[in-house]
């Protein structure tokens, strides 16, 4: 195996400093492993775009609420290291959770600006701490590898737009770029929860997708946002499926959105299927800092 795997963040900046210093780029693919070709298209987005492209493994146990499925959520490195070495990872940064929350930490860096608890932040969901646990490790990582470039997926718009506002207040000088969502030929959003799903509910889970479509093209054929939402609910209803959240929000600030404005809209659905919560969404609208396409 030529992937270099690195546990600790001194040696993955020792690692890093020389190809630093030979003036190569360097592009950051965070993940909590269990890869699937969502994590893939990040890979190769980095690989066409950095000399050195660093994939961190971390199942980061911050971001996980009392009772979500940190315990059982699926694990596999050596098919991770397999996946990422094919896909054109050169490094695999996977710390332990001591390398990265040392005894005594206590500090969060933590995104306002009403991004972090609505859809899935909202407080009767995963709730805002989610987002802080994400935020905090992406600091983190951020400020190891110093990334030029880093890399998230479409499927956690949310998350996206979450970064993206901390990298701008923070000033953290990564380029932040959104690689479009992998999906199932059937549509559903490639996620590594969706081995949670009995093969029932593998069968429903596209209608999460099928919903989104539905919306977008009311919408394209001139219905306002409202009425597409209610076509989309519908979708979902057929399917048996009680939505957590569907919703449109504008996606550079994720405050409701009633009708265009000229800027553009995401369309999020949260929902759980059987024993998985599945997300998923559509921007509609102008092409969007929310969706970045990767080069
Ligand atoms: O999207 C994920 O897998 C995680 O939230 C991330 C960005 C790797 C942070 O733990």
Redesign the pocket.
Known sequence: MSVQVIRTKDDLRAALRPRRRAGETIGLV???GYLHDGHLALIRAARERCDVVVM?L?V?PT?FREGEDLESYPRDEERDLALAEEAGADIVYAPSVEDVYPNGFATWVEVGGGLTDVLCGDPGRRGPDHFRG?TT??AKLFNTVEPDASF??QK?AQ?AIVIRRMARDLDFRTEIVTVPTVREPDGLAMSSRNTYLSPADRERAPALYRALRTAQEAVEGGASLDDALADARRVLTEAGIEPEYLEARYADDLTPAAAFDGRPVLVAVAARVGAARLIDNVVLGPPSEAETPAE
């Open positions: 965070p993940t909590m961190s971390f980061n971001q994400v490790v992406v998230f997926g956690d998350q």
